[in-house]
T-cell receptor
Framework: GAVVSQHPSWVICKSGTSVKIECRSL??????MFWYRQFPKQSLMLMAT?????????EQGVEKDKFLINHASLTLSTLTVTSAHPEDSSFYIC??????????????FGPGTRLTVT | AQSVTQLGSHVSVSEGALVLLRCNYS??????LFWYVQYPNQGLQLLLK??????LVKGINGFEAEFKKSETSFHLTKPSAHMSDAAEYFC??????????FGKGTMLLVSP
């Protein structure tokens, strides 16, 4: 199956700093990437959807100036948490989906990134 | 709008016993249905999916699920639980391969 990687897998940063998380599709071209947030013992919450070369579409209640998403290529999307605070500590998961000839394919999930803000 | 209800936040079984994790969905269009498994501090792994065709779907690790339109259900089963099956399981629904809507998850606990 298709492989999606995330880097880093675990990051600790100080309050007020910014941190960047990368999501890569390793063996397919991802026309769409999704970013999810997961709190402990809870389900995944979709934060935003990004299409290659376009601005991301954010879900209601997600601050787009705080969670900057860039999808500059068909294999890479980045999520930057700006001016991080302890309440931003969470597990962030990306997924990627390809498409061709007007047909879209299923999402493949990355392994997740654990962010801890101290 | 679509939604997923997973009955039971925790399910406990003994090793070797039948596993049944319940999922009911709501969708105004023919749904695509998915079951994912998540181990601690890891991403989601697809167990199985229903898109069209045969309503009984077999997945990895001996799991299967049956799409029942009349009951709007997609319950996950495994005949004999193994200790390694202990994990969080998520049911999800989508319209085609569009945005996924996840249930709240069910933690499967397997005792020896």
């Amino acid at each position: 199956g298709a492989v999606v990687s995330q880097h880093p897998s675990w990051v600790i940063c100080k309050s007020g700093t910014s941190v960047k998380i990368e999501c890569r599709s390793l063996d397919f071209q991802a026309t769409t990437m999704f970013w999810y947030r997961q709190f402990p013992k809870q389900s995944l919450m979709l934060m935003a959807t990004s299409n290659e070369g376009s601005k991301a579409t954010y879900e209601q209640g997600v601050e787009k100036d705080k969670f900057l998403i860039n999808h500059a290529s068909l294999t890479l999307s980045t999520l930057t948490v700006t001016s991080a605070h302890p309440e931003d500590s969470s597990f962030y998961i990306c997924s990627a989906r390809g498409s061709a000839g007007g047909e879209t394919y299923e999402q493949y999930f990355g392994p997740g990134t654990r962010l801890t803000v101290t | 709008a679509q939604s997923v209800t997973q009955l039971g936040s925790h399910v406990s079984v003994s090793e070797g016993a039948l596993v049944l994790l319940r999922c009911n969905y709501s969708s105004s269009v023919p749904p695509y249905l998915f079951w994912y498994v998540q181990y601690p501090n890891q991403g989601l792994q697809l167990l199985l999916k229903y898109t069209t065709g045969a309503t009984l779907v077999k997945g990895i690790n001996g799991f299967e699920a049956e799409f029942k339109k009349s009951e709007t259900s997609f319950h996950l089963t495994k005949p004999s639980a193994h200790m390694s099956d202990a994990a969080e399981y998520f049911c999800a629904v989508s319209r085609g391969y569009s945005t996924l809507t996840f249930g709240k998850g069910t933690m499967l606990l397997v005792s020896p």
